[in-house]
Each structure stands twice: as C-alpha cells, then as structure tokens.
C-alpha cells in the first residue's frame, strides 16, 4: 500500500522505508534559534563576544583594575597563554601575580578563549585593537577620536559601548564620546 505524503508541496526524499518529508531550510533554521535560545545562547554568546555567565572573581579584580575585562572569547587560547606568561611586561606595565592567581584566570581564560572564525587568527602582539575584526569594525573611525581626551585609547571600550561591563559591543549600545568634531559626528551617523 503506497503512502502520500500529509502535505502534497511538502518535498520528499526517498528511501527503502518510503518516502520522508524534508523541512524547509527555514524549518532547520527556526530550530537552531529556538535550541540556542533554550540553552540561554543567543548569536552574540555563540561568537565569544559576550561575557561568561559566570566571571571568575580574580579576573575581574586583577584585570579589570586597570583596564576593561575583556571578553575571553574575543581572543583565542594562544594569545591568552601568551599573554599571561609575560604579564611582567604587560604592554608596558608590570602586571605580575602571584602563580596561583595565574593559573587560575590563566585556566579561565584557556577554558572561555575565542574558537570561532572571528578569532580564530591570532593577532599581532596579541592585541585584541589590532585583530582583523576589530580593525574591520572600527575602519571608519578617525584616527584622532582614540586620541581625545574622553577616549584615550582604541582599548577604551567603554568610552564608545555603553555595555562594555557586560561583554556588550553590539552597534545598539553607543554613545558618542564627548569631544568630537563636527565631521567626525557626521562620520558617527554613517
């Protein structure tokens, strides 16, 4: 006895055992989004461009004294190790801990580091303001702007996202910083 189909424009693949119904792409799609949401996941969690659910204490007390605490996710595991073995000479500061405080932000770090394309190229000097993305994402902005006065630098994230102390660098979270000139505000709006 043949079976049809439930749904006649539905597609079909066959096989031994008849033939099976084949979702539409946008079907597999729908699911990836609702099982990712379910896991608490979103896209931006996904890429490593947010902050752990749970941040390690010491990384947040050590790194985040002097500046902001990225991400692990933004960089990957080999610009960590790095990193960490030469914070005696830590982008000019001596950063040096104790070796237990070491080996446990060094494991956090290894255990949250970046795996997905957007990090998957280690950058120079293991900069996270010098990686392919970032400087991808920030090409329109003048170079004088990490300059003034309310920025200081490309690694003051805070001074343009808004929701840098929750690992958030999405476009929705920006303030202009303050100082800019007119051309630079109208480049802001582009």
């Known amino acids: 006895?043949?079976?049809?189909?439930?749904?006649?424009?539905l597609k079909t693949t066959p096989s031994k055992h008849g033939a099976h119904p084949v979702a539409p792409t946008w079907v597999w799609h729908t699911l990836a989004?609702?099982?990712?949401?379910s896991l608490g996941l979103t896209a931006a969690h996904a890429d490593g461009s947010r902050m752990p659910a749970k941040i390690l204490p010491s990384y947040t007390a050590e790194c985040a004294a002097c500046h902001t605490a990225y991400p692990p996710g933004m960089l990957p595991a080999r610009s960590w190790q790095r990193i960490m073995k030469g914070l005696d000479q830590h982008y000019g500061s001596d950063a040096s801990l104790d070796a237990k405080s070491v080996t446990e932000i060094g494991q956090w770090l290894q255990t949250h580091a970046g795996t997905y394309k957007r990090v998957s190229e280690e950058p120079p000097q293991d900069r996270l303001t010098r990686s392919a993305w970032f400087e991808r994402k920030h090409r329109q902005i003048d170079k004088a702007v990490w300059q003034l006065p309310s920025v200081k630098s490309a690694a003051n994230c805070a001074a343009c996202h808004t929701g840098t102390?929750?690992?958030?660098?999405?476009?929705?979270?920006?303030?202009?910083?303050?100082?800019?000139?007119a051309s630079q505000s109208r480049a802001w709006n582009d």
């Open 1 to 9: 006895m043949e079976t049809k189909p439930m749904n006649p424009h």
């Open 33 to 37: 989004v609702v099982m990712l949401s």
């Open 165 to 181: 102390e929750r690992g958030m660098f999405d476009d929705h979270n920006l303030k202009r910083p303050a100082g800019l000139s």
